[in-house]
Structures are given as structure tokens and as C-alpha cells.
């Protein structure tokens, strides 16, 4: 654009909004330049590492687990594209599940950050530290969950069949198969680790699985047009997706926790109390976002192969 151009934009754009040009420019003339450190809030990013004990390689664990949590708002960000687009093209599906994929893929190559880059020593002195926090309580997994399929995918194998779409979010929550690892389902106990970590989000969940529930990744792919949905390429990245999230990401989380605390004739728990075999490896809790893009071969064998 010329510069007779840009000024006439700047103008209508800012009697659209009901401020004077002038002031706006007046402001600009006093105004200093933006730097990398202001815009990345590098001061306020560097100072949220908090260690509880004297051991270095906590910082380690700390730092690994906010990179990771920044990944996880990327992908919600990226979700949001496909999910709150009222008609959403096959080419801006797949161009956002790419990127999704691709925050995933660094995830799971990430981990050798954390599986190699501590000493064990020292992570199993400051590990009950954190009791009873865990992994298990971020909130923002937990969205991408919600967000990627349909509940009853998300609902433990269990109980999928007293769970169908005129069950309450509550009750469908109540089944869901991370409730395992927090909760005694013959008595109905709960575990500090699940009662808190609900106290804190389980309003913010319920919302957030009824919000989407109609326009989850799943959901979405199904409202493309049939000869879309069979794209090869389309089906690929959906396939890609969802083994990476549940079957590539979790058995990279499983390997690093098994390298800590799970020799064979280790009886350590998760630092939240759970069993952590069972309640992480993908072959026990069999979550699957898309189950219609994979064989009956691939569905029985999940997480073997």
C-alpha cells in the first residue's frame, strides 16, 4: 500500500472504533519501541521455576513440565481453528491437524529431555516432595481429550455401555478412564490426588465437555463431505494423531516413568498415589479418539503394535 493509502486506512479504522486519528498518532510520537524481552515476557516466564528441595535436577523436572503444559495451550489454540469454524474446509482441517500432530510429535521426542536428563539419585529424593501432586492433574490434557472425540470414547471400557448421549456430563465425568486412577470404584472412595485436583476444575470440565461436545475434532470430520472423509492423506493425518497422542506420547511417558521408579521388582506409586501400569499404559485403558479410522485387527491389538 502507499502511504496516502495506509494513512487513509488508519483513519476510517479508528473512526470506526470512535478515536480521534490524531491522538492515536499523538500516542504513537511518545511511545517507546517494543523489545523481544517485553513481548515474550521473558522476566515473568524465567521467574515461575520454584524448586521444594536443594536438588538441582528438580529444576529439570519443573521446566520440562511448563514447556510442556505452553505445547498444550498451543494445541488447544490450534483445535479451536477446526472446532469454532461454523463450516470448516477439508484443506483447514488438515492444515491445523498437522500442526497438532506436530506439537505432539515434539512431545514425544521430548521426553528423552526428561528421561535422560536427570539423575535418578536426585529425582527420587525430591519426588515425595511433590506428593500428591501428578501429570495426572493437568487440566489442559484433559481439555485436548474433550476436545479431540466424543465422551463415550473417553468413558472407561467398563461402564461404556451404561453411558450414552442422554447421560448427564456429570455422570459420563464420573466414567471417565482417568477416574481409575484416583478412585476406588467398589467403594466409591477418591483419592486426595483426584478430590483436589477435581475441587479445582471439575466446573471448569463440565462446561468445557458440553461445550464441545458437538464440535470436538471427531465430531467435525464427521461434517465434512463423505468423499472428504475418505481422502487418504485426510485419514493419514487423523490416524497419525491419534496414535501418536494415545498410544506414541503415553508409552514415551510410561518409559521415562518406568526408567525412575519401574524396575521390575519396584513397588514405588505414582507420586499421586495411582498405579501407574496400568492406569497410563494404553492397552489397559484403550482411549482412542477416532476407533471408525482403524481395523478391527488394530482396535484388539491397541497399544501392542
Known amino acids: 500500500m502507499e502511504r496516502d493509502e495506509i494513512l487513509k486506512a488508519i483513519e476510517e479504522k479508528y473512526d470506526k472504533l470512535g478515536v480521534p486519528v490524531d491522538a492515536m498518532l499523538e500516542g504513537l510520537l511518545h511511545s517507546t519501541p517494543i523489545t523481544y524481552w517485553d513481548y515474550i515476557q521473558t522476566d515473568a516466564l524465567l521467574g515461575l521455576q520454584t524448586p521444594r528441595t536443594t536438588q538441582p535436577d528438580e529444576m529439570v523436572f519443573i521446566m520440562y513440565h511448563q514447556v510442556n503444559e505452553l ?10 481453528q477446526v472446532a469454532k469454524t461454523v463450516k470448516v474446509t477439508a484443506d483447514k482441517f488438515s492444515m491445523h491437524l498437522g500442526r ?66 442422554n447421560s448427564s456430563f456429570k455422570h459420563a465425568y464420573n ?40 464440535i470436538n475434532l471427531s465430531k467435525k ?22 496414535y501418536t497422542v494415545n498410544v506414541k506420547w503415553v508409552m514415551a511417558h510410561y518409559n521415562a516413568a518406568g526408567k525412575y521408579i519401574g524396575g521390575k521388582d519396584s513397588d514405588l506409586e505414582a507420586t499421586g498415589g495411582s498405579n501407574w501400569r496400568k492406569y497410563m499404559h494404553p492397552k489397559y485403558q484403550r482411549r482412542i479418539f477416532f476407533p471408525y479410522l482403524w481395523s478391527k485387527d488394530e482396535l484388539k491389538n491397541w497399544g501392542t503394535f
Request: charged share 30%.
Open 175 to 214: 466414567h471417565l478412564y482417568w477416574q481409575a486412577a484416583g478412585k476406588n470404584y467398589t467403594t466409591g472412595q477418591k483419592s486426595t490426588l483426584l478430590n483436589l485436583f477435581e475441587k479445582k476444575y471439575i466446573g471448569d470440565f463440565i462446561d468445557f465437555m458440553e461445550d464441545y461436545n458437538d
Open 221 to 242: 470430520f464427521k461434517q465434512l463431505p463423505k468423499e472428504v472423509q475418505e481422502n487418504d492423506d485426510l485419514i493419514k493425518a487423523m490416524r497419525h494423531y491419534d
Open 71 to 80: 505445547l498444550f495451550k498451543m494445541i488447544l489454540w490450534e483445535i479451536d
Open 100 to 165: 497438532i500432530s506436530r506439537y505432539f510429535d515434539m512431545l514425544c521426542s521430548s521426553f528423552n529431555v526428561m528421561a535422560d536428563g536427570m539423575e535418578k539419585d536426585q529425582y527420587l529424593k525430591f519426588r515425595n516432595t511433590l506428593t500428591p501432586a501428578s501429570g495426572f492433574q493437568s487440566a489442559q490434557y484433559r481439555k485436548i481429550e474433550f476436545a479431540s472425540t466424543e465422551l463415550i470414547n473417553l468413558i472407561d471400557a467398563r461402564f461404556r455401555d451404561n453411558i450414552d448421549r
